[in-house]
């Protein structure tokens, strides 16, 4: 199922496969240029197969954790001791069900230990598991230049030569590794609020503040701004920190489909006509929550309706661009630089350093009041310690490079270099025969595996032909939508991506 935003389909519920042509129409106004995703529903036989995949392995998971409760098999999971067997359990082991059967079959593709930079090429450390998974054992040796399909590095500047390795080395030469308090006692200092200005201008907005962590820049900031008596309207694919935030608001949560402006305004409408529930007083801010670049779908926020929506229904947006800052738009600024918008359309900009920074933390944009006020309220302003000093400077001379204030053209090339490995990486898969998700522009590229089976398989195999990817599959996505998911970097080469493009037709044969 192939849509296109600018031509035909504006409130497309992909989870049905039902268009809205006849909705919005006016929103092919608010397209500059083509909107291209594509998302094909799981076959019938494919999703039946799954769904059979799944039983079995519960069935098995079952006659095993019998066989354990019998001493015949022993479980290597934390239990609760026998003279503890009468006390409030600690452990509850029917939700480590999944830990225990499911997830320990496949864990060796996961929390692979790597010992370089996290470039185009990574080396990693070569490990066995004499126990099926439950521990884990380094031989010694190491596997040399595997090609790097799984980190978010989408400029390439997860490097420890150049530019920006060289300043970070001299700041830490000066300033040490940390900083040891927080940015209202001693931790302020001079390269934050650098850091700070550069990134607002970046941006587009009045003013910016940084945090050391991304995910806390999301789950410590929303709670500061919205309480009881307000509701968050989050998109139903949105990262675990948005999530987490909002439920630490204490605001009421009503969740819309996943990039669907028809739930979404039916959601804002209700609200406006109900109010809040019992009482049906109005409520004190509305918040529309979404991300950039959906990591896991691959697919770009419909960001010029939703404007559109937040101005006609009055309410506030809070946008996430954790994947899309430095990925998308000419400059680089995200994904109201892809759609060509007001950076002043969005009442909260969120983003974070540790994709196409290579670096950490994470950063707020906006009007100076609202930054004003998070510095005094916000949690991770006031007792998390403030950022690295060489995290900061990596920060600063990438940003300037992308920003081209450092005197070459490298960060204007490896925008244009991200963008034509993106077009041509997902076209290579597509003319192969896989079925990818997501948006044509967008770095992140699920290849659909459905079957369980097939995930710890597809990870193994890809690494024996030297080739390091991310295989994900339920609970963080739909039972029967289980996939590898491909990163795309500026630092790939055409050779390195012809490789894993014809190494998944290999591999999924």
Partial sequence: VFYCVSECDFGKDRSSGLSGCNHHASCTSLYKKPFVESFEE?????AVLTYMGYGILTIFGYL??????????KCHLAREREEQKDFVPLYQDFENFYTRNLYMRIRDNWNRPIRSVPGAKMDLVERVTPDYNWTFEHTGKVLKDVINMGSYNYLGFAENTGTCADAASECAVKYGVGVCSSRQETGNLDKHEELEKLVARFLGVESSMVFGMGFATNSMNIPALMGKGCLILSDELNHASLVLGARLSGATIRVFKHNNMQSLEKLLRDAIVHGQPRIHRPWKKILILVEGIYSMEGSIVRLPEIIALKKKYKA???????????????????VVDYFGLDPCDVDIMMGTFTKSFGAAGGYIGGKKDLVDYLRLHSHSAVYATSMSPPITQQIITSMKCIMGEDGTTLGQERLCQLSENTTYFRRRLHEMGFIIYGNNDSPVVPLMLYMPAKIGAFGREMLKRNIGTVVVGFPATPIIESRARFCVSAAHTREMLDTVSITCTLVKQ
């Fill in 64 to 73: 095993r954790d019998f066989l354990r409760d019998w001493k015949f098999e």
């Fill in 42 to 46: 799981t076959p019938l036989l494919v």
């Fill in 316 to 334: 506030y947006l809070y946008l996430d661009e954790a994947h899309s800052i430095g990925a998308l738009g000419p400059r680089g600024s995200g």
